[in-house]
């Protein structure tokens, strides 16, 4: 059974950076495309960013400059630096697979607020 454990999430003023981590288990993680979802308030989940497992990555364009998502397979563990934080990408974010349509239980999540 795969686990998925993201953390580092918090409160931070518009601006700010915070770095997101996504620790999983049970699986054969470094074979996989990784991802980083978010979901607003009253909105679908989305897709923010995503990486393969050779390191090619994809941003939402809402994103773009301001977000890096890497991953650390020797760790099992995907981050996502987010930096020049606006009130709009307050949400809780997941990772998970990505690419493939095919998704591994969904983990718990880490909100991220940004607010003055």
């Known amino acids: 059974q795969v686990q998925l454990v993201e953390s580092g999430g918090g409160l931070v003023q518009p601006g700010g950076s915070l770095r997101l981590s996504c620790a999983a288990s049970?699986?054969?993680?470094?074979?996989?495309?990784m991802g980083w979802y978010r979901q607003a308030p009253g909105k679908q989940r989305e897709l923010v960013a995503d990486?393969?497992?050779?390191?090619?990555?994809n941003y939402a364009d809402s994103v773009k400059g301001r977000f890096t998502i890497s991953r650390d397979n020797a760790k099992n563990t995907v981050y996502l630096q987010m930096n020049s934080l606006k009130p709009e990408d307050t949400a809780v974010y997941y990772c998970?697979?990505?690419?493939?349509?095919?998704?591994?239980?969904w983990g718990q999540g880490t909100l991220v607020t940004v607010s003055s």
């Open positions: 998970n697979r990505a690419r493939l349509g095919i998704f591994y239980p």
């Open positions: 990486i393969t497992s050779g390191g090619s990555t």
């Open positions: 049970g699986s054969i993680f470094s074979r996989y495309s």
